[in-house]
């Protein structure tokens, strides 16, 4: 099975938190609570989170200073952040929110349904590029212990193994490809679905070459 994704919900006040738990409890992955920014900052020193929702209006660092600090760390700068508000001050305000690095902003109350979909979208991208992480490190594992092999048949060994991998993360690849048609359909700023799906394909294709030139 694999290891559930966590999802950092962020906001000053208790009963929000209860409520963002009781809605993406049936996605089944591990919910985080930050009670404020500086918490949410804490951390993010030492876990790795899918997404991240994020309250604007909290006493200290307002949602838009923490996404400030979480955009300039290396570690955490390309976590998707969800902004939450209660105010909505039109059009200004929401372009402040997607220029502090958010990829969506919705105003409270808000649909359910809706924050679950756009939240079950990021975490099952995670997921998949989890598995991508997998794979490359296997695929390289694999080469090391090929070169240090002293059988004459490696290199036939190496070409079915290195094939065998790679079909598997040219599924992913695909996955992620319908995970970002996924994301469009339910309204989700799918630039950087899109980026993650430029840079995969680019990185298979140069590979995919590698194998058959070696084959």
Do not use: C
């Amino acid at each position: 099975m694999a290891d559930r994704a966590k999802i950092l919900l962020v906001d000053d006040r208790p009963e929000n938190l209860t409520a963002l738990e009781a809605v993406l409890g049936a996605l089944d992955q591990t919910l985080v609570r930050a009670g404020s920014g500086e918490e949410a900052l804490k951390a993010l020193l030492t876990d790795e989170f899918a997404v991240i929702l994020l309250d604007v209006q909290m006493p200290g660092l307002d949602g838009f200073e923490t996404a400030a600090h979480i955009k300039r760390r290396e570690r955490t700068k390309d976590i998707p952040i969800i902004f939450l508000t209660a105010v909505s001050n039109g059009p200004h305000h929401t372009f402040r929110g997607y220029a502090a690095g958010a990829v969506d902003y919705l105003s409270k109350p808000f649909d359910p349904w809706i924050l679950r979909a756009k939240v079950s979208v990021f975490v099952e991208l995670h997921r998949k590029n989890q598995l991508l992480k997998e794979q490359a490190a296997l695929l390289a594992h694999r080469l090391v212990d090929a070169s240090e092999a002293p059988e004459a048949d490696n290199g036939s060994q190496l070409v079915a193994e290195l094939s065998a991998r790679l079909a598997a993360v040219e599924e992913h690849a695909r996955t992620l490809e319908k995970l970002a048609g996924d994301a469009e359909r339910e309204s989700v700023p799918r630039e950087e679905l899109a980026t993650t799906v430029d840079v995969l394909s680019t990185r298979l294709s140069r590979l995919r070459s590698a194998i058959d030139a070696l084959a």
